[in-house]
C-alpha cells in the first residue's frame, strides 16, 4: 500500500478560512484525538504506535519525499495494548524517537482524506492524503492530491 500526501503549517488566520472553505466541497467525517509515539528514523523508515481514541494501531512506514509531496509505503497492524507493545520495545532496545498528540477534524473528498490538525507544542497543519495500491497509479494519485491541496 503506498501513501500519498501533504501537509503544510497553517495561521490562525488560514484555520478559520479552511474551516469555512472546506465544508463547501467535502464531507466533515469525525474528529479524533490521536497519541502517536514514534521510534526510529524519523526520515526514512519507523515504527509509530498510534492510539486513537479507544484504539491502538500499529504502523510500519517507510517514507520517501519528493518536491513536497511524502510517498510513503506502510503497513497497519491492530494493537490490543499500546502499553505492552511499548514495554516490548523497551525490552529489545529500540529507542524512543518522539511523542505527538494532535486533534483532528477529519473530512473526505472523493478518495482523498483532508485533515486540519492541531499538533500539541507545533500548531495548526492541513494534511490531505490518499492511499493507492499499484506503484503505477502513483503519478496520477499524486496529481489530484496536489491539485486539491492548491
Not at 59 to 84: F, I, R
Not at 121 to 148: H, M, R, S, W
Request: charged residues 40%; positive net charge.
Amino acid at each position: 500500500m503506498y501513501e500519498i500526501e501533504a501537509k503544510v503549517r497553517l495561521s490562525d488566520k488560514d484555520v478559520k478560512r479552511l474551516r469555512k472553505e472546506i465544508p463547501k466541497f467535502a464531507k466533515k467525517n469525525h474528529k479524533s484525538i490521536k497519541k502517536d509515539s514514534y521510534y526510529g528514523d524519523l526520515k526514512t523508515f519507523y515504527l509509530r504506535i498510534r492510539k486513537k481514541d479507544e484504539n491502538g494501531i500499529l504502523n510500519l512506514k517507510s517514507k520517501k519525499v519528493e518536491k513536497g509531496v511524502e510517498l510513503n509505503q506502510e503497513v497497519e497492524l491492530p494493537l490490543a495494548s499500546t502499553s505492552k507493545f511499548h514495554n516490548f520495545l523497551k525490552k529489545i532496545n529500540i529507542p524512543l524517537t518522539a511523542k505527538k498528540e494532535k486533534i483532528s477534524e477529519v473530512y473526505k473528498y472523493k478518495n482523498m482524506q483532508i485533515e486540519l490538525n492541531f499538533v500539541k507544542k507545533l500548531g495548526y497543519f492541513l494534511e490531505i492524503e490518499t492511499i493507492t495500491k499499484l506503484k503505477k497509479d502513483i503519478p496520477k494519485v499524486k496529481k489530484a492530491l496536489l491539485e486539491l491541496f492548491s
